[in-house]
């Protein structure tokens, strides 16, 4: 019953229980984060 109660309690934390959503400015840039590269993994038997 603690952990439906605590679940429970994020969920309406989560709705925009603080009011209506804002539409952002269309004149401001949007900030954003750029990631390049590459990865590579496996398994090697011999």
Do not use: H, K, Y
């Not at 994020?10 to 401001?28: S, V």
């Not at 390049?36 to 993994?41: D, K, L, M, R, V």
């Amino acid at each position: 019953m603690r952990a439906f109660l605590i679940f429970a309690f994020f969920g309406l934390a989560a709705c925009g229980a603080d009011g209506e959503p804002e539409r952002p400015d269309p004149n401001q840039r949007e900030p954003g984060i750029t990631v390049t590269g590459s990865a590579e993994f496996g398994v090697v038997s011999r």
